[in-house]
């Protein structure tokens, strides 16, 4: 072979390589953007069944409200009390509030159906304080410490400090017209406890023994509620109507 032959065969094997090269070049960067390809689909299905059992989620849980509605208009229907229409409509306007403001909680919340008790409360307790116009609110909270309760109780316990904001408004108002509320939120070593008091002039002394026999319909749906979550409700006088609202504590549902 002459110079120019050995040239001409070197520029052929060059030209081999580099198309080989570039072809190896091309089949990695394919696999990589069809693996790529390949774990967005993976991570769209993951998001879309996650979607899906969100949705199905959101409907049980609406459904499961209307129906707590439902039984609440039933209850106002069928007790005895006579109401004005004005009063009927606020306390049903405050009850679906209460559970209103749990639904605008988890438009903005991912924890799993789990709430944060302490925000939860607080809002609340200053959304439904604008019905029965109170004068102040106080909070008695732990610090640096967050309290996860499931929804479904966080419901049941919501309903209940409703049906106490609401009964406040109604009688516990001082001589100086004053409403003031104080609501205290604290875990114990096995349960929860949550504390309602207000400045009014209380209940009988023996009202511990009649709250299970009250026909009154807030009285009648704390019971409900209370039992429904396994919880314990006490009264005590202490400078106005104590309530004490006791649940035991889960690990892992509270």
């Not at 069944?49 to 439902?70: F, G, S």
């Not at 909070?139 to 409703?162: R, T, V």
């Not at 009964?167 to 205290?184: D, M, P, S, T, V």
């Not at 396994?230 to 309530?243: L, R, V």
Request: charged share 20%; net charge neutral; no cysteine.
């Amino acid at each position: 072979l002459n110079f120019y032959q050995l040239i001409f065969f070197a520029s052929i094997a060059s030209t081999f390589a580099i198309v080989i090269g570039l072809g190896v070049v091309y089949i990695r960067k394919e696999n990589k953007r069809k693996q790529a390809l390949a774990e967005l689909n993976d991570s769209l299905n993951v998001a879309l069944d996650y979607n899906h059992k969100l949705i199905k989620e959101i409907h049980h849980r609406i459904k499961n409200n209307l129906q707590l509605v439902i039984s609440m208009l039933d209850l106002q229907r069928m007790n005895e009390k006579i109401y004005t229409m004005e009063e009927i409509l606020t306390e049903v306007q405050a009850r679906i509030k209460t559970i209103a403001v749990l639904h605008e909680y988890f438009n903005y919340q991912q924890d799993g159906g789990m709430v944060n008790l302490i925000e939860y409360i607080q809002k609340l307790a200053d959304t439904q304080s604008t019905f029965i116009n109170a004068n102040k609110i106080i909070y008695n909270f732990p610090n640096n410490q967050s309290l996860y309760i499931p929804s479904e109780k966080a419901i049941l316990l919501g309903l209940m400090l409703n049906e106490l904001i609401t009964n406040a408004g109604k009688y516990a108002r001082n001589f100086q017209n004053e409403l003031i509320i104080q609501i205290q939120l604290k875990q114990n070593s096995n349960n929860y406890e949550l504390v309602f008091a207000d400045n009014g002039p209380g209940l009988p002394n023996d009202f511990n023994e009649s709250i299970a026999n009250s026909e009154s319909l807030g009285f009648t749906l704390l019971r409900v509620f209370s039992g429904q979550m396994n919880a314990h409700i006490q009264y005590k006088y202490a400078n106005g109507a104590t309530f004490t609202i006791q649940w035991e504590f889960n690990a892992s549902k509270n």
